[in-house]
């Protein structure tokens, strides 16, 4: 369970390294009034707005700005803080943060703040991580998507979920004790629906979890195929701008190059490569190699092929990545029309015909479903968790008569869940969590 750890006090610049209009140290721990006091010459009150000098222990003006004060509980850490809001300069803040480390504090590690927030109850675990991911966020969609679950509807989704869970232990530790109830079978059909259900929740979960988890990550999208079939051209296409070089040329594209994109919210990087052919050009076969390097990491694969030609690359596209035939310039052809049957998608990326029905197909390759507001930006953790649940599940569904065992697994996977929000959560857990976050946060 949550609670407080170490009693020290800890500082660090909040603000990103460089320089900007303001700049902010904070300060979370017990002797944060003592600091405040150190370098403002006065008590601060917590709520308050004031603006005043900052000075160091020999009494140097080091620079002039805004205190603010939260006393504990009432913070972000749940501690006393203090944040001093100074002009954002590199040498500024360098000086603040000396000034306040000399004053009795320690330089925080990387998430130590959200840690403590964590610790002391202000925020489970998966809201704690949440803050990670809205600060990381790559697009809107995954921004809105981390701000639900820091405003705690992922946790409640799981919560919701966990007390169905113990409700259901509940009910069948009550008849352990009773073996030879009459009430035996109508437990047995009540805990069977019920278990029926919490079944299907913890798809939907699953379900929402795993599109999140596309948000966050984002999506490889590999182009590849022959050399001049119009690889860079769609690249240019997909991403709005003349990013890669086209040329008539065969053989053009000698690096992979890469351009983030969104489709539908969704990130996506698109990666270029060097097209696949026979050749006896050294910079062009390095440039293959890498080509079938990012193949193999890709999640979705687009083999592009020249509309007339149809000639297919020899290279394989990598097991587990999704693949779709992309037939490009159909302007040349004029029977030829854009769109999507199966996974072929015609398209021209110079009239940019088709190129709708590129992207929807992506998507969906991808495995994105749009769920409109409702996924949660979940990450690996959580879907491994929510697995092991399901499994748990799926064996106490087989298990319906042999109490003992039906009350285990349910008690397994009531436990798997609990390591999302934190409830059960191992030391190491919590550092391999944290040590991720930058410091400040
Ligand atoms: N008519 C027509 N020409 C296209 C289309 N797409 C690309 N091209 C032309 O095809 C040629 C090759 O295009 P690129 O995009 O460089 O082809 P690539 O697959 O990247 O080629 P490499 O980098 O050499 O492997 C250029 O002259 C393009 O203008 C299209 O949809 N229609
Ligand atoms: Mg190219």
Redesign the pocket.
Known sequence: MPSAEGTDTIAAVATPAGRGGIGIVRVSGPKTAHIAHALTGGTPEPGKVRYGPFRNAAGDLLDKGIVLYFRAPRSYTGEDVLELHGHGGPVVMQALLGAVLDAGARLAEPGEYTRRAFLNGRLDLAQAEAVADLIDAASHAAARSALRSLAGEFSAAIGALVAGLTELRALTEATLDFPEEELDPLHRSDAGARLVRLRGALEDALARSRQGSLLRSGVQVVLA??????????LNRLAGEER??????????RDALREPVQIDGVPILLV?T??LRDSRDEVERLGMQRTEREMARADVVLV?LEAGILQAPDQAVPEGARQLRVI?????LPEARPGRSGDEVR?????GAGLDALRAAILEAAGWQAHGESVFLARERHLRALARAREHLEAAAGRVSQWELFAEELRLAQEALGEITGQVSADELLGEIFSRFCIGK
């Open positions: 195929g022959r050399p001049n079939v119009g690889k860079s051209s769609l890669a070089i086209v040329t008539p040329v065969p053989g053009t594209t270029d060097a097209g592009v490009n310039k159909i302007d040349l398209v021209s990326a110079k009239t």
